[in-house]
């Protein structure tokens, strides 16, 4: 079983809709991350929080917007997607905001987004 | 361009056979390297990672090797179960941007039965 747990599993909706994707861990990280998975492309990185604040923004569209209420919670807004936008969106965290040793990513098992 | 790059979309391997993934990269300033198994329907999972000061790093039936003057590192499986079967995506992180990692675009193993 994760310890990055993320809801919904899958999310359909249209080009007008606004939703929301959850992802929750409980290790007491301090850094969470939204990834973007295209089908057969590795994961790309969207937003990097660290200690609940914005700290990378990798030129995401704004139409995406995260959020990030406490430090075990991370939320993506969607609102306006495009078609283009259906993917399998990953969150992941880890122990502080640095890749190494005692600190690699932990990711969730994903919401598979299909706009329409 | 892709920095990370593994060559072979897929592997076919025997159950109980060696499996030997490889990865590829080019930016001399990467220091820490990582593989990640994917199963369909989940999340990358974390399987084993290596300093760029060493060339060997061992955990159970898994094994990587990192060749730095080639810029090239393997993970082996060893003996390959059906279980192994998944995407297998290896990882860098540049030394002079710690906090991210660049991935490859994966490898799909199937361990024949």
């Known amino acids: 079983d994760t310890e990055v747990t993320q809801t919904p599993k899958h999310l359909v909706m249209g080009m007008t809709n606004k939703k929301s994707l959850k992802c929750e861990q409980h290790m007491g990280h301090r850094a969470m991350y939204w990834y973007k998975q295209k089908a057969k492309k590795p994961p790309e990185l969207m937003f990097v929080?660290?200690?609940?604040?914005l700290s990378i923004n990798e030129s995401v569209p704004s139409r995406f917007s995260p959020e990030c209420p406490n430090s075990s919670l991370l939320n993506l807004h969607l609102h306006a997607l495009q078609p283009e936008d259906s993917a399998l969106y990953l969150c992941a965290s880890s122990q502080v905001w640095g890749i190494g040793y005692n600190s690699p990513l932990h990711f969730g098992n994903g919401t598979r987004l299909t706009v329409t | 361009d892709q920095q990370v790059k593994q060559n072979s979309p897929s592997l076919s391997v025997q159950e109980g056979r060696i499996s030997i993934l490889n990865c590829d990269y080019t930016n001399s300033m990467f220091d820490y390297f990582l593989w990640y198994k994917k199963y369909p329907a989940e999340g990358p999972t974390f399987l084993i990672s290596?300093?760029?000061?060493?060339d060997k790093n061992e955990d159970g039936r898994f094994t990587v090797f990192l060749n730095k003057s080639a810029k090239h590192l393997s993970l082996h499986i060893v003996p390959s179960q059906p279980g192994d079967s998944a995407v297998y995506f290896c990882a860098a992180r540049d030394s002079g941007s710690a906090r991210q990692l660049t991935f490859g675009s994966g490898t799909q193993l199937t361990v024949l039965p």
């Open positions: 290596i300093s760029s000061i060493k």
């Open positions: 929080y660290s200690y609940e604040k």
